[in-house]
């Protein structure tokens, strides 16, 4: 039977107990604070994250993985399996992807058996670290067929829609992923944008005004959704704030009557830098 071995990176944010049961392996960012420089889940865990982004006074940077590395690690996981199947975070919001390429053509030089596939995820966090969890389900059920995985894996990631909100606009201002104008007159308006990801990047969705009742004006607009799958609901959920990780699951539970959620995750240093503490997001089914 062929030997796949899939692999994610730190921006897939995929919990440590999955990691090991599916044994997915991991490719690890870097996060700078300063002139400090942390692999991302090895120098510094979620919770020393956290803590030094609540004390720090400038918004960290993050880094993709260094070639070197990442060309070791990729060359030994196809010198060990037959094929690699390493989902990236998205090539619209880091060069992670891209260097990935340049990796693989060297490996392939290197050593030409190597059957290592890319996916340009086009997401990020739970999005991805559910797609390769539903690959190795796949291989678990004894599907070897790579090309019908990464089909079926594409399917799977497009038949979930993602609804995100953050405690403070600062981060996504300072990142660029909006404009001044916009995150000072969301502070005082008070308003709440709801993000979603599109096209691999996070893109405005809605606008929720208050934070009194957020989590009920969020579950009405899933409701609202026409491609939500009403009658077979499920749902993921990722979070920088575990409080409110699970007042959120709580809230899903109680609203849909589901009893457990597909994933339950913590969003890591690299998803982090960007939308900072506080910040919550629920991915639904769809028809």
């Known amino acids: 039977m062929a030997k796949i071995k899939l692999v994610v990176d730190t921006g897939a944010d995929l919990p440590k107990d999955l990691e090991k049961r599916y044994q997915i392996d991991n490719i690890h960012f870097m996060t700078i604070f300063g002139e400090t420089a942390y692999e991302a889940d090895v120098d510094i865990n979620n919770e020393e994250f956290y803590q030094k982004l609540s004390e720090s006074d400038q918004i960290p940077t993050t880094s993709q993985t260094p070639y070197q590395t990442m060309h070791d690690t990729l060359l030994t996981l196809c010198k060990e399996n037959d094929t690699v199947i390493y989902f990236v975070l998205s090539s619209k919001a880091s060069g992670q992807y891209n260097t990935a390429r340049m990796v693989r053509e060297e490996i392939l030089e290197e050593y030409p058996k190597a059957d290592l596939r890319l996916v340009d995820s086009m997401s990020f966090s739970v999005y991805i670290s559910s797609m390769a969890i539903y690959a190795a389900k796949l291989i678990e059920a004894g599907e070897t067929d790579v090309d019908l995985i990464l089909k079926k894996c594409e399917e799977y990631q497009a038949s979930w829609r993602a609804y995100i909100l953050v405690d403070t606009l600062k981060y996504l201002e300072k990142g660029g992923r909006i ?25 405005p969705y809605e606008k929720l005004r208050g934070k009194k009742k957020i989590f009920q004006k969020l579950l009405a607009l899933i ?65």
């Open 179 to 203: 404009t001044k104008t916009s995150a000072i007159l969301g502070t005082v308006l008070d308003i709440k944008p709801v993000l979603t990801i599109r096209n691999g990047l996070v893109e």
């Open 223 to 287: 409701r609202e959704n026409p491609q939500f799958d009403a009658e077979h609901p499920a749902f993921m959920v990722a979070h920088s704030d575990r409080e409110r990780g699970e007042e959120m699951a709580a809230a899903l539970r109680e609203e849909f009557g589901v009893e457990e959620l597909e994933l339950f995750s913590e969003f890591g240093p690299i998803v982090g830098t960007h939308i900072g503490p506080g910040a919550l997001a629920v991915l639904c089914k769809l028809k």
